[in-house]
């Protein structure tokens, strides 16, 4: 198998690296707009590089997008027109029409798409979707999910984000619909700014809580922060009317009890999501191997990164305006 890679920057030298490493994969051709970028990352990785407008001439089984959000768009696309099946890493594009507007090009087509939603192959969160799905939890009264970053990412980052709802939240938000199996109904969000001044000049906040009514009347939580200090927190509490289950409670997690006689975690607390996600990243590439071989279907579509971004929306709208926000106010 031959898979091209268009964006070598953070994600993408690590997808690069992984990709490599699959026995199955021969190998591994990248581009991105810094042609320098490219080659340097190719260089460090043993692959090939080679200029962005040639990338689809390179004779590509499969593509992974890893590029700027930006881009992804047209990558997406113009893959699809070549009938060559692709991994998109999230979001399909920065806003809703422009999500749409990929849905509806490729709404037609039976090559297959992949949005990179890394959480549905953790082995946690999977355990959790499969705890509900066979009831021994009970009917579910609670979901608390937590997306806490240990630092800001940098100003110029923050401007082009979306916001944290669309760029960090949308994780929390596509897990609790994969884990439930329900859609949400309603939701009501707030943010605050007490960090660093830019993400008050971006029009967005460095921490943020959304309370979530699900179609059946379940109720979730999400947490948002971009100054955890004591580490890389994201975690999912799934609780029912029989019993409860949690994501992401491990020898890692940054929690420090204060409780008499209770032992602390031993650490060290993952530093960030490359760390705290690896092994779902590589199981997630994995399984894009399946799509592009034809043993599998693809297991994370556009419609399901449009429908976590439908509640990102619903959560700004609802924070900037200050009230409850109803999905069907905002689908389109
Ligand atoms: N699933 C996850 O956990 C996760 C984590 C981090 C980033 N992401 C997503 O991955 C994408 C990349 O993020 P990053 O942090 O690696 O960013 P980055 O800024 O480190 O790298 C982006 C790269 O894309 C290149 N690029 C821009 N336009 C291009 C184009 N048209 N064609 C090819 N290359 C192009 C840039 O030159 C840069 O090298 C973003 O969309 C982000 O949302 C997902």
Not at 3 to 23: M, Q
Not at 79 to 88: H, K, L, T
Not at 272 to 285: I, N, V
Request: hydrophobic share 45%; charged share 25%; proline share 6%.
């Amino acid at each position: 198998m031959r898979l091209g890679l268009a964006g070598t920057g953070r994600i993408g030298t690590a997808h690069a690296e992984t990709l490599k490493g699959f026995e199955e994969v021969e190998s591994v051709v990248v581009a991105d707009v810094d042609t320098a970028r490219a080659a340097s990352a190719a260089a460090k990785l043993g692959v090939e590089s080679v200029p962005l407008e040639d990338l689809f001439a390179a004779g590509l089984d499969g593509l992974v997008v890893t590029a700027a959000t930006d881009a992804h768009p047209g990558l997406i696309i113009a893959a699809v027109d070549a009938g060559i099946p692709v991994f998109c890493e999230k979001p399909v594009a920065a806003d809703i029409p422009g999500t749409l507007a990929v849905i509806d090009r490729i709404g037609a087509s039976d090559v297959p798409v992949q949005i990179g939603f890394q959480r549905r192959f953790d082995a946690g969160y999977a355990a959790a979707r499969a705890a509900v799905a066979s009831g021994e939890l009970g009917w579910l009264h609670t979901l608390r999910a937590t997306t806490f970053d240990p630092a800001p990412p940098p100003a110029e980052y923050v401007a082009h984000s979306g916001g944290l709802f669309r760029d960090c939240g949308v994780h929390d938000f596509d897990i609790i619909r994969w884990v439930s199996g329900r859609e949400v109904e309603e939701v009501y969000a707030i943010g605050a700014n007490r960090g660093e001044q830019f993400f008050a000049d971006a029009g967005d906040v460095d921490t943020a809580a959304a309370t979530l009514t699900l179609d059946d009347g379940t109720l979730a939580t999400v947490s948002l922060t971009r100054y955890n200090g004591a580490g890389y927190d994201v975690r999912l509490d799934v609780l029912g009317s029989v019993s409860g289950v949690m994501v992401g409670l491990d020898d890692r997690a940054p929690l420090r009890s204060v409780e008499p006689g209770v032992a602390p975690l031993p650490g060290p607390a993952y530093p960030g999501f490359m760390e705290r996600f690896r092994p779902a990243y590589t199981t997630e590439l994995k399984a894009f191997l399946d799509v592009v071989a034809g043993r599998a279907p693809s297991p994370c579509g556009a419609a399901d990164a449009l429908a976590a971004f439908y509640i990102a929306e619903a959560c700004e709208v609802s924070r900037r305006e200050r009230r409850p926000v109803k999905l069907e106010e905002v689908r389109r």
